[in-house]
């Protein structure tokens, strides 16, 4: 472990240069955050604004945070998940000076404990994905909301559930921007990101052919639809299970087998949970499953799949390759738990793909630069969640649909009249 105090503590300081290379990779992948970072350095909108960021620390976060800072903002930061972090890149980050405390395979009490490192600069804006950070800051620091903090912002959808939640019972002390919500984040991100990233988890840790089999998608949300079209692009036969009746139509119309997870549990080859909700897999699941199945989640916290039933209803477990724990029950079946049933697609893969953290970090990166103009102006958002401005989302849309090489057509006067004339008819 390399540390510097107050300053960094990452795992290996010698696999900077690495970092440093995964990072350019993503540069050149990133070509709307690389447009904002040109615009933006010369006028710094963030100079004078210390940001604390809990975010996956992964090559493409890496292009964000330099990105804050070339627009002004200092910068401390740690990773969101225990399992996440890219060592290479957190090394890269501490080289280049930024303030960084994640390595991969933290214990929950440091992950806690690098959170704390990030706030010790008393930051004026956060950067949350699963609202950990805002929530430590609530609990143990609850002054620091009311002195310091103008805002924040959150990128995934259950940190936006947790901070609504925080906002309904009047708990929430400053205004936060739900980046998830954004139709240039969710209906991008969670769908092809968590689509193509989570099978790519699942394929690293366990190189299995998808072909034939029953792949079981718990959740036919953003991720669990984006999940499922890939698993069938796959050759899978994809069965989902759902709450929702809406999203469980949804699922049959597109060709998917909707059943209860009790039945699921009997004929799934491979599980992956993407509901964001405790206990998708629990005891009676896990004894009625074949010998065999592969279980995972992508969902944002190890709470989808019960590991505690497991344990009781298995004679031992073994790691049996990386990020792949063999249990064997008592009656004899192995069931393969991948990444212990943390984010498979960030514990086992890399994340998302550059190309689509692109558009969620442009997101980021301009509800940041909102929060502190508004601040500047003297003006402050009410202490809730807030969606960004509709312009944001169309502007982040166009500049991506141009660094693709394409164009769109524009209303015409006479289309604009004609859409908003309710006299016009048969
Ligand atoms: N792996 C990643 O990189 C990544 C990326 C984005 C989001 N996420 C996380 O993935 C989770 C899902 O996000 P989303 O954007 O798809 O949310 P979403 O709200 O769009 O979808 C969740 C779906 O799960 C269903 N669901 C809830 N309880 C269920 C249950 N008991 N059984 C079956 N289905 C159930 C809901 O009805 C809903 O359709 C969240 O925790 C989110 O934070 C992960």
Same mark, same amino acid.
């Given at each position: 472990?390399?540390?510097?105090?107050?300053? %960094?503590k990452?795992?290996?300081?010698?696999?900077?240069?690495?970092?440093?290379?995964?990072? $350019?990779?993503? $540069?050149?992948?990133?070509?709307?955050?690389?447009?904002?970072?040109?615009?933006?350095?010369?006028?710094k909108p963030?100079?004078?604004y210390?940001?604390?960021?809990?975010?996956?620390?992964?090559?493409?976060?890496?292009?964000?945070? +330099?990105? @804050?800072?070339?627009?002004?903002?200092? !910068?401390?930061?740690?990773?969101?998940?225990?399992?996440?972090?890219?060592?290479?890149?957190?090394?890269?980050?501490?080289?280049?000076?930024?303030?960084?405390?994640?390595?991969?395979?933290?214990?929950?009490? $440091?992950?806690?404990?690098?959170?704390? $490192?990030? @706030?010790? =600069?008393?930051?004026?804006?956060?950067?949350?994905?699963?609202?950990?950070?805002?929530?430590?800051?609530?609990?143990?620091?609850?002054?620091?909301?009311?002195?310091?903090?103008?805002?924040?912002?959150? +990128?995934? /959808?259950?940190?936006?559930?947790?901070?609504?939640?925080?906002?309904?019972?009047g708990a929430l002390?400053?205004?936060?921007?739900?980046?998830?919500?954004?139709?240039?984040?969710?209906?991008?991100?969670?769908?092809?990101?968590?689509g193509?990233? /989570?099978?790519?988890?699942?394929?690293?840790? /366990?190189?299995?052919? =998808?072909?034939?089999?029953?792949? !079981?998608?718990?959740?036919?949300?953003?991720?669990?639809?984006?999940?499922?079209?890939?698993?069938?692009?796959l050759?899978?036969?994809?069965? !989902?299970?759902?709450?929702?009746?809406?999203?469980?139509?949804?699922?049959?119309?597109?060709?998917?087998r909707?059943?209860?997870?009790?039945d699921?549990?009997?004929?799934?080859?491979?599980?992956?949970?993407?509901?964001?909700v405790?206990?998708?897999?629990? +005891?009676?699941?896990?004894?009625?499953?074949?010998?065999?199945a592969?279980?995972?989640?992508?969902?944002?916290?190890?709470?989808?799949?019960?590991?505690?039933d497991?344990?009781?209803?298995?004679?031992?477990?073994?790691? *049996?390759?990386?990020?792949?724990?063999?249990?064997t029950?008592?009656?004899?079946?192995?069931?393969?738990?991948?990444?212990?049933?943390?984010?498979?697609n960030?514990?086992?893969?890399?994340?998302?793909?550059?190309?689509?953290m692109?558009?969620?970090?442009?997101?980021? =990166?301009m509800?940041?630069?909102?929060?502190?103009?508004?601040?500047?102006?003297?003006?402050?958002?009410?202490?809730? !969640?807030?969606? *960004?401005?509709?312009?944001?989302?169309?502007?982040?849309?166009?500049?991506? @649909?141009?660094?693709m090489? =394409?164009?769109?057509?524009?209303? /015409?006067?006479?289309?604009?009249? %004609?859409?908003?004339?309710?006299?016009?008819?048969?």
């Amino acid at each position: 472990m390399d540390s510097k105090p107050g300053k %960094y503590k990452v795992a290996d300081m010698k696999l900077a240069e690495e970092g440093r290379r995964r990072i $350019e990779w993503s $540069e050149s992948r990133m070509p709307v955050m690389m447009s904002l970072r040109e615009e933006y350095k010369k006028s710094k909108p963030l100079k004078g604004y210390r940001i604390a960021g809990c975010l996956h620390v992964t090559k493409e976060t890496a292009v964000l945070i +330099e990105t @804050l800072v070339a627009a002004g903002a200092e !910068v401390s930061w740690s990773g969101c998940n225990p399992l996440s972090t890219n060592d290479s890149v957190a090394a890269a980050l501490a080289a280049n000076g930024i303030s960084i405390f994640a390595w991969h395979g933290m214990n929950v009490k $440091e992950f806690y404990w690098c959170i704390e $490192e990030t @706030l010790k =600069f008393n930051p004026n804006l956060t950067l949350d994905d699963g609202a950990d950070l805002i929530f430590t800051i609530h609990k143990s620091h609850p002054e620091m909301a009311n002195k310091f903090v103008i805002g924040g912002t959150e +990128e995934t /959808t259950t940190g936006v559930h947790r901070l609504r939640a925080m906002a309904a019972d009047g708990a929430l002390n400053y205004p936060v921007i739900a980046v998830n919500d954004a139709e240039t984040k969710w209906d991008f991100d969670n769908v092809f990101g968590t689509g193509q990233s /989570t099978l790519d988890g699942v394929l690293r840790a /366990t190189s299995v052919l =998808f072909a034939g089999k029953n792949v !079981v998608v718990a959740g036919y949300g953003h991720c669990g639809r984006g999940v499922a079209s890939r698993a069938k692009g796959l050759g899978a036969n994809v069965i !989902v299970t759902e709450v929702k009746a809406t999203a469980a139509l949804k699922a049959t119309l597109e060709g998917m087998r909707v059943m209860k997870m009790s039945d699921a549990a009997k004929v799934g080859d491979i599980f992956i949970t993407a509901t964001g909700v405790k206990d998708i897999i629990t +005891e009676p699941h896990f004894k009625s499953m074949k010998d065999g199945a592969i279980i995972c989640n992508t969902g944002h916290y190890d709470c989808e799949i019960n590991l505690e039933d497991l344990e009781k209803v298995a004679k031992g477990h073994r790691q *049996i390759r990386e990020n792949n724990e063999e249990y064997t029950l008592k009656n004899g079946n192995r069931l393969y738990v991948l990444a212990q049933g943390r984010l498979v697609n960030l514990a086992a893969a890399e994340g998302h793909p550059s190309e689509v953290m692109d558009m969620s970090f442009a997101n980021q =990166f301009m509800s940041q630069v909102r929060l502190a103009e508004l601040h500047r102006k003297g003006k402050r958002l009410e202490n809730t !969640v807030h969606d *960004i401005p509709v312009e944001q989302d169309q502007d982040i849309a166009m500049l991506k @649909l141009r660094t693709m090489g =394409f164009t769109i057509d524009k209303l /015409t006067p006479e289309q604009r009249k %004609y859409m908003s004339d309710y006299s016009a008819g048969t």
